[in-house]
């Protein structure tokens, strides 16, 4: 319990210090916090469904980003076959990830449920390229970009002005967060899902469909990815190997918050957005932000390691 | 039986060794990459053994060449002195990531590995150009043994006698016992004394040191380096599906998967000549799913029957 509640005090520690730097932020350049902000919910509405995956059936799915590059492809195919509005394709996106997400799961996820984490790492990460080669080898790697007119739309209040199609993002954030949220403690597959990730067998030995139970939540949260791999198409640039940071930051998250911390997730894209965004406005800099994330899982490792020695 | 393992051992020793009097230069030259990969594939092996999943092959080995290429370039000094610098470098950064990392769980130590190909790219591409060559890389005066393919061929062949001897050494000595309590029961192995967090770090310093000699020897041979060709996703990707191909957690697992892989990539490159990638990306899958043991476990299922 003592640990506990240690714990419980580090986190409003860093929830406290969160806010300081958010107000210091806010005084000197408020445009910084604002670009931050916006990049935190793109990192959050990736990692949450990659949290759910790895939280209820307990897998690490190293091919995370790569679905979402499937989205951005099909949101960019979509707008250009059909010449409607690539928002439009969030709904068929939607449905398409969620047959993607049955179909991989019997066929890749199931057969590696119960052997060892390394060969469902291999597994994943094996994935992750075949589908990172087949939009190579499909639409060549070379970037594509949507011209969408709203997007680039910004406001100026004072001598601040700041993009607004980035707010989608983080709408998107709280939405998928409270989306999951509510599913998983109103909703009886929900609350079923949270028992098969405290412990399957006994989620099994009262009377749980535990296999029927991954298949939904692996399949939901491919289908969030995909959907949300639309939404990332509209504003940025795609191509093959895009989704690769994405899994590394979504993993770096959840490393940080815990698995299993849905609410985590959300403080701690905020710590990773927000020094993202103030290192890549220091002149000079800007190349040293793709370290953020490295140095961060690396603290959260170290600290992680220190309490386990300490137990 | 002893004595026949001996001779055969022996006799595919001179063999190897001997490649170069009559061969040619094409030949040679597809060997000793396969050579490479074979070994990147055994120093992978020797991890995996020891319970831990590396992505990282690929940091490493870059590494190792950029350290290799930046000593040739401020000194001058023998290349071969240069090579054996680029290895030390990568021991000594994977000794830090080590010390780091390796007391969580694997997948921790999994997720690291898989960043630090493009962590290591990121710096490389930060450092001031006058040191890294920037995104353009450094190309060198010269390649090792002004590009003689035999004097080529016999060093990856010496660093592959190193890497697999060491392998060997591993399954045999005092170790291999330690490490494969740690595979098969972490809990037993700390309960009986064994400093597993100690091991772990010894094996992952000398696996990466012997990616990094690759890597040191490739920049040589080819005589540059840059970022995006030195930590390319290849050099991880290759030498994990030849391992699995062959069969894990032995030495001649990846080599026998290293000489399929590597003749069949010959060919396939020819066939496709980019996205090729694709077929170890689909190698790996259907290992796992289908074929944990490799070719090496087919062979020993298919002759035990009899």
Redesign the interface.
Known sequence: MQIVSKLRERRYQAILGAIIMAVIILAVKPEVLLEGIQRSSLYAVIALPMALILGIVGI?N?AHGDFMMLGSYMAYWFAVKSGLDPLLAMIPAMLAFFLIGILTFYA?IK??LGSQ???Q???T??????LE??A??SFTSAPLKLSVPYVSASLTIGDLTFGTFEFVYVLAAMLVFYIISLFLKKTRIGRAARAVGQNPKGAKLVGIDVNKTYLIIFSLSIAIIGTIGVLFAMRHSVFPVMG??YT?KS?CLI?MAGIGNITGILWYSALLGVSESIITAIPGAA??A??V??AL??GA??I??YQ??VK | MKIWKAFVIAALFLAAASLPFYTGTYLLHTIYIIMMYMSLAISWDMLLRAGQLSFGIAGLFGIGGYAATMLQVFTNINPLICILFGAIMAGLISLLIGLATLRLRGIYFAIITLAMAEIFRVIIRNLPDTWTGGAMGIVLNNAIFNGDVKQTYWLVFGILLITIVLSEVFNKSRIHFAITSIRNDEIVAMSSGIDIFKWLVVIFVITSTLQGLVGAAYTEIYGSVNPDANFSVHYSLLPLAMALLGGIRSTWGPVIGAIVLGLAGEYLKLLMPYGYLIIYGLIIILVILFLPDGIMGLIKKLTQKK
């Open positions: 690490i190293l890749l057969p590696v984490e390394l060969n790492l291999l597994l990460f094996g994935l992750g390229l075949v080669e087949a190579n080898l690769a940071p590394m993993f490393a190349g040293w793709d370290l994330f490295f899982i690396v490792i170290l992680r390691s386990q020695r």
